[in-house]
């Protein structure tokens, strides 16, 4: 029994290794990772057309949040410098998102049986809080800056300025709206072969 225990597990390990999704090879260039991720363009665009958020500017985030990482979460605090402690938050994911904001997500989306780990989930979150962001903090869609200093600080804290003391915030969100800038440029030029792409069989 002990063996076939073993057996069990190693089989079952190895089947969610194969099914879990590797990130893209080259994450700076939007147009080479939808090439490799054949179904992620359709997913992106599908979020884009249902909450008006620019395919760049989720793409950006959650490059920032997860390098696009699957079950990303974050590192465990340490106990005594030596044994692993709790995670500091219950992020987790491609968007990491809370466990609560996910809930939220869930019930108010549409999408209520959605998974994190889920690309096409995942970009429906971005999109969505976006969506939240013009709402209730009267962020205008393209505004990757501020779109993102909201998806960090959360609706309230953005909405007081939380993130004016954060010197090291603002050169993060720096960093994604420039991406986004750059996804957006590189989405120009390969748009129209993503959307003109079929599978012969």
């Not at 994190?116 to 995942?122: E, H, I, N, T, Y």
């Not at 969506?131 to 501020?146: I, L, P, W």
Request: aromatic share 16%; glycine share 6%; proline share 5%.
């Amino acid at each position: 029994m002990a063996k076939c225990g073993w057996f069990f597990l190693l089989c079952t390990l190895f089947l969610n290794a194969a099914c879990t999704t590797s990130p893209p090879r080259n994450p700076d260039n939007l147009c080479d990772i939808f090439r490799e991720k054949d179904d992620w363009y359709d997913d992106a665009k599908n979020a884009e057309k249902r909450w008006k958020s620019p395919i760049a500017s989720m793409m950006a985030i959650m490059h920032q949040e997860s390098r696009f990482v699957a079950k990303a979460q974050p590192p465990r605090t340490k106990i005594l410098w030596i044994f692993p402690g709790p995670r500091p938050s219950s992020a987790y994911g491609y968007s990491q998102a809370k466990d609560e904001t996910w809930r939220w997500y869930q019930n108010n989306s549409g999408n209520s049986w959605s998974n994190r780990d889920d690309f096409g989930d995942a970009i429906d979150f971005i999109g969505w809080y976006n969506y939240q962001s013009g709402r209730m903090s009267k962020v205008k869609s393209n505004d990757t800056y501020h779109l993102y200093l909201a998806y960090h600080e959360g609706h309230g804290g953005f909405n007081r300025r939380t993130f004016n003391n954060k010197a090291w915030l603002k050169d993060v969100a720096r960093k994604v709206s420039a991406r986004a800038n750059r996804y957006n440029q590189q989405l120009n030029g390969c748009r129209e072969d993503l959307e003109s792409s079929w599978w012969p069989f």
